[in-house]
């Protein structure tokens, strides 16, 4: 079974793992149901007639992953025998009843629940919406309401079209991430991180788009550890006493800002990370870590699919400047882009 790579869309073992793990533990421990708008529970491995379900909930997730639990019965809260089934040949035969494009597979891995019961779990990617299936001899786009499926209406479709204008290929070309520890001062040494991210954003509209800064999102994750970040434009700054430098507006570029970036058409454009305080054990489990994790969230004003980026961090050798004793460290995590989209409309 092809998987697609974690570039297009981000979820690692762990989120899946913890997504099953308390949509099973809900329904059994508080009568939760499971089931939800990202959620779908299933005790035997769908038949192919079921893929018009997994379209309409793919459709009501419209670029959020979803998740399809498969040997979990929703409605008795047990754990059971889904039949011998190659989860490869499963998906083969639904992916037939996708007309075009079908949804991509982001993740499987079996979850055990405890030391005796396990379940297929299958995280898909949705930022292709519209997902449309066969029927009979027509079409049909289906959408999730509740825990039942329906044909979209046109008010639906709508929705799920506008996004894509405006929405443009982006590339994360490089980051750059120092993991920091003070020297010795005679007081408590500060662990820190800060870097800084450049994307390109192939803007080829009319109309401006408008990245805000207070929705911006970023994390690094390393073994089980995940850790948010503040992210922000990296706005020039000037001498004390200065004006601060404006990074005017273009027809063909981006103008940094407090409040967001706004693109006028292709740019790349630099941005800021930081977090100011690390525990010692995650500064310990960090420097320790070949490769670092690092994604990042840039919604856009007006749609509801943002741009996402997401890069794997090497790390540095220490410099030799920095083995002087008094003088703290500081590893050095870099990503270099290849030059592939890795956020399309």
Known sequence: ????????????????????????DARRNANVPPEDDFVECKGRWPEKDKARQLAGLANRAAGEPVVLIVGFDDRSGEVVDPGATDPADWWQGMVGQFDQ????????????????EKVHAFAFGTDRVPYVVKNGQG?????????????AYRHELLRLLLPSIGHPPSTLLKVDMWLNSGGNTGGAERKSLNGYVTPFVEHMGTSPLMLPTHAMRASIAYGDTVKELSISPSIPTSPIGQPRPKSPASAHGAELR??????????????????????TSDYDEA??????QFSATLPIAGTNRPIKLNGELTR????????????GESWHFIFRSTGEPISEA
């Open 1 to 24: 079974m092809s998987v697609t790579p974690s570039t297009l869309r981000h979820m690692r073992a762990v989120e899946l793992e913890g997504r099953v793990v308390a949509a099973i």
């Open 101 to 116: 494009t079908p949804l991509d597979v982001l993740r499987h891995m079996l979850v055990h629940i405890s030391a005796t």
């Open 139 to 151: 079409r049909d786009v289906p959408m999730r309401e509740g825990t039942s499926t329906r044909s």
């Open 258 to 279: 407090t409040d967001g970036v706004v693109l006028t058409g292709p740019a790349a454009f630099p941005l800021q990370v930081h977090l100011s305080e690390l525990l």
């Open 287 to 292: 420097k320790a870590a070949d490769s670092i």
């Open 316 to 327: 540095q050798p220490l410099d030799d400047w920095y083995k002087g004793e008094g003088r």
